[in-house]
């Protein structure tokens, strides 16, 4: 039932790129990520709506393959600040709550 | 900006006692959802709230109960606290009724700690 993510942790050198996908037993409409610091609360950073949606935040971005029920998200030439734990939370048609994924641990080093 | 305000920050009790945290969310949002995270865990959803309702119910024990009052701030009232009780508990606010369609902004957390 929840999201499997995958890696579950990955360690960068800075400047380095990465791949964080998320992938659902469910038909979903739409995949939430977050980033989450130790002792912190999720941060939202962006909200996929339809498949094949891709969107852009700053050098970190994402896609949603509706039909496969993945997203990825995509952090490029990585900052010390995007270390911590990033969420996938998906929804689906008849189930409105957001389910989170099982997490991938990122941690950047200079 | 204004966002969600959750107190206490940090909470300690004893077995089979009460707590009840206090969320108040980000002016004019009127969803409020209650999620647990345990340690290394994710986020757990709770139970929420829409213009005062519940909207919807995820893994709460029935010992916890919850509510939305008319200035939209919720109150998660937990009773006969057990040693596992214990995590960090999050309040999220949105501006609309589905969870998929709206961004929720997380409060910094109550963590609470059970002995």
């Known amino acids: 039932q929840q999201p499997v993510q995958s890696p579950q942790a990955v360690i960068l050198r800075e400047g380095e790129d990465a791949v964080i996908n998320c992938s659902s037993s469910?038909?979903?409409?739409?995949v939430h990520w977050y980033r989450q610091k130790h002792g912190e609360a999720p941060v939202f950073l962006m909200i996929l709506l339809k498949g094949g949606e891709q969107k852009g935040h700053e050098k970190i971005s994402a896609s949603f393959n509706e039909k496969k029920q993945q997203s990825s998200l995509y952090l490029t030439a990585s900052q010390l600040s995007y270390s911590g734990t990033y969420f996938c939370?998906?929804?689906?048609?008849?189930?409105?709550?957001?389910?989170f994924g099982t997490g991938t641990r990122l941690t950047i080093i200079p | 900006a204004a966002g969600v305000i959750q107190s206490p920050r940090h909470l300690i009790k004893e077995k089979r006692e009460t707590a009840t945290l206090k969320c108040y969310p980000i002016p004019r949002h009127d969803t409020v959802y209650w999620y647990q995270q345990g340690p290394g865990q994710d986020p757990q959803f709770l139970i929420s709230?829409?213009?005062?309702?519940?909207?919807d119910k995820g893994s709460i024990p029935d010992r916890f109960s919850a509510q939305q009052f008319s200035d939209y701030h919720s109150e998660l009232n937990m009773s006969s606290l057990e040693l596992g009780d214990s995590a960090l508990y999050f309040c999220a606010s949105s501006l609309g009724l589905l969870a998929g369609y709206n961004e929720q902004f997380f409060g910094p957390g109550t963590r609470l700690t059970v002995l």
């Open positions: 469910k038909a979903l409409y739409s």
């Open positions: 709230f829409y213009e005062k309702m519940q909207s």
């Open positions: 939370g998906t929804a689906s048609l008849g189930n409105e709550k957001l389910t």
